[in-house]
């Protein structure tokens, strides 16, 4: 019986709008072709980020949104790039970017080291810092919760609503509780907040701004209804 081999996503980047022809993108990709056949590994796609700083976040970069947005069901759950900086220079990037790709269900792989980096463990700054995200996340959540709670006792005090920002059940009530569903739903399955907006678009839903979805809003929206069934 012959072995399938593992489909597998390169992702290759250089940050300097000058380095965009000359031997980068090259060099990259011959080491993950090398990596990937030394694993008896396939590369399907490489995804080329061109001229974007190691420092910008995940979903701010054109490329690696399409990938991990990608990735899933019969699409390969695999990436592997050159070195771990190909992903972020900055450490706490490169962190959040991990935790991005672990909530898609996505291992990374570096061509130079063979190390997965998602679930790495052997660099005692890296496992420091994802305790303290981590434990951040845990804190902001409590805060949030806490914040919430005070503001329903002042507004049931007042015997009204507090003025501001309407909430999106009051500006799409005939859309909110689908969407709310769907954003649950969502991201219970493991899709990346960049999905769900791209879904969110592409079935015409009416955002809060009336306008089309962006990540953040589905993010803000997604914390308030888990927080709400916590």
Known sequence: M?????????????SGKGQIEGDGFER???????FAESKGWKV????????????VESMDREAFAEMLGLCGGTLPTTIVVER???LA???????????????AGVEVFSA???????????????????????????????????KMRLARERIKARGGRCEGAKPYEILNAAEAEPVKEYILTARSRGDSFHQITKQLNIGKFKSPKGGRWNSSTVFKLYTRYANEQA
Request: charged share 30%; proline share 2%.
């Open 89 to 103: 220079r900055d450490l706490v990037v490169g962190e959040l970017l991990f935790r991005e790709c672990e909530t």
């Open 28 to 34: 990259q990709e011959n080491a993950i072709y090398a």
């Open 2 to 14: 012959m072995n399938i081999p593992k489909e597998v996503f390169g992702y290759v980047r250089v």
């Open 44 to 55: 399907i796609r490489i995804f080329r980020e061109k001229g974007v700083s190691g420092t």
């Open 112 to 146: 130079d080291s063979g190390e997965e980096l998602v679930h790495a463990n052997s660099d005692p700054t890296r496992v420091l810092i994802r305790q303290i995200l981590g434990a951040l996340a845990q804190w902001e959540k409590s805060a949030l919760v806490k």
């Open 84 to 86: 771990a900086d190909r």
